[in-house]
């Protein structure tokens, strides 16, 4: 492994942590449902929002407060319920196992043992439970009747924290108008962020420059003919 490709790989894993995630009006509510969480209605909660918004970095949040295990909604089916239930548990994307059969079963079966054992439940997805497409009537009617809070996309004063403690993360201390500059063009998520940010990174390092507008401008041109193509 290359020096360059050591730096990258060291800088490149995102903190998850209550203290590493900033909150403004796109995401206070939220923020404060998870905080909450021992008062959620039927002890269970579907956290809403685009990908890039943030939901996987609040789940990381609740699982720390709570002691919970995460789970991928599309692996349900392959693990022990009994067991899950026996825990708090978040279930991420579960709109990803709508049609599956045995994923909704055993997301249904999961429901009902969490809530007969007390535990809290959390969900994910990128729509309100009623566009989660599940085949399920039971399943679909539970879902309906869980409290959703929405995180919205990052706002002008999020996206700033966001970028700003990107680059400090990696040590990297761009020029006085590559903030703005970057906030005005590029697409308002998180994940663009880590992606405009490393890509501008490594280009520095390869290239031997500062980072600037122009170096950004050209970055965000590359990764939008990537995106494109």
């Given amino acids: 492994m290359s020096p360059k490709q050591l730096a990258f790989d060291l800088t490149s894993k995102p903190a998850l942590g209550r203290e590493d995630f900033y909150v403004s009006p796109a995401n206070a509510q939220a923020v404060a449902m998870i905080e909450g969480w021992q008062g959620w209605p039927g002890r269970k909660l579907a956290l809403i929002g685009p990908s ?30 009994a067991a899950l239930a026996q825990g708090h548990l978040a279930v991420e994307d ?11 079963e055993a997301l249904f079966h999961l429901h009902n043992l969490a809530s007969a054992e007390g535990r809290s439940l959390l969900l994910t997805a990128p729509v309100p439970p009623i566009r989660w497409g599940l085949s399920l009537p039971d399943l679909m009617s539970r879902m309906q009747g869980t409290t959703a809070v929405v995180v919205e996309s990052p706002d002008d004063e999020l996206l700033s924290a966001v970028l ?38 490594d280009a520095a390092l390869s290239q031997g420059r500062e980072i600037n507008r122009k170096l950004a401008g050209e970055v965000i041109s590359d990764l939008t003919d990537n995106d494109a193509s």
Wanted: without cysteine; aromatic residues 6%.
């Fill in 164 to 201: 700003m403690k990107l680059f400090a993360d990696r040590q990297l201390s761009p020029s006085p108008e590559t903030l703005p500059y970057l906030i005005r063009h590029i697409d308002r998520s998180f994940e663009m962020a880590r992606r405009v940010v490393a890509a501008l990174d």
């Fill in 94 to 104: 579960v709109p990803a196992i709508a049609g599956d059969i045995a994923a909704e």
């Fill in 52 to 81: 890039g918004a943030g939901k996987t970095h609040l789940v990381h949040v609740w699982a720390a407060l709570s002691n919970a295990q995460i789970v991928p909604a599309s692996e349900l089916k392959e693990r022990d319920i």
